[in-house]
């Protein structure tokens, strides 16, 4: 199962530990749908993982990502090649990073459940050495918020070099007009909606950085865990099925409006997704100090319902201006 020269010396029962992750964790990474899921019965069943009701949400987000492809109005506007690979981006960063993260957390469920930590498995699950430090850390001081925040950065350099500096991804996706265009003018955001109507979040902008995507990670992490807003997003969590169409959270709108993108099981096919052995980032690149830094500047209002319903406005606009001067 792994080429580590170290794997003959594991006893039986830690090899057997390898196997059931490896195994539960393919099961719960077939698609965005899955994948959101496990990270919320995750959390609900550790509480302390707070990285993984983070996960979750943000995951949601990547579904309705996703679904914006094919949706009433994206293809009007982006030709099928393009929508392909900016899906195929999509998955393949959430596919890598659930195949890295989900995997840890197992690990420490096994490790409750036995009450002995076992994180000296992470390196045959293909996990940083710098997340068995962090884990080693967590086990015994239980600083939940400095274990989120590790996953944090773990994630983000788990997809740098495999999707975001990938040549292919490289070119035909992050140094598109297309992607340019998105980035400059926050169309892409990540949202955490309520039961009430309400949505709350921030806006990326500068992707291809990762300390500024580990910067909206934490950013994030603040909004969603803020004690105004906790109970809100985790109500909408829990009662709203993940369908991955923006309708999940439009239908609470007190305006509501005609569902304009579909679910994402009945427009995406499973993917099957090949592994390709990496580095270890953190013995090739290191650690910055900032990543770990508690300073959070929120350069724009969280609550951004008034603010979406605007941008969505003109992205409508755009889109048909575009329809409008196109001439067959």
Known sequence: MTQNPQFHQLCDHEVEVIDKIRLQTEEKNLDNISRTSAYLDFYLEYPEM???????????????????????WFPKFLDPPIRKRLFLTYERANWLIFRDAYSQLLLYSYSTKKSSPMFHLLKFLDVSTFMEKEWQVFWKHGDKKRLMTALIINEQNVIHYPVIKHHVYKKRVFNTMMFSFE??????????????????????????????????????????????????????????EHTASRHDYEQYFSSRKNRDTPFLRCTYPIIQHHFHKQGDWYKERGLRKKWFSHELNHRHPVHLTRWYKQKQKQLHALISMKELFTID
């Open 50 to 72: 707070i990285w993984s009701f983070l996960a979750s949400m943000v995951s949601r987000n990547g579904g309705y990502n996703m679904c914006d492809l094919e949706g009433d």
């Open 183 to 240: 980035d400059h003018l926050h169309f892409s955001t990540v949202l955490f909606p309520t039961c009430d109507g309400e949505l709350y979040g921030a806006s990326v902008n500068g992707f291809k950085s990762v300390s500024k995507r580990i910067n909206l990670g934490k950013r994030l992490a603040s909004i969603l865990f803020d004690q105004r807003y906790y109970p809100l997003f985790l109500e909408f969590a829990i009662q709203t």
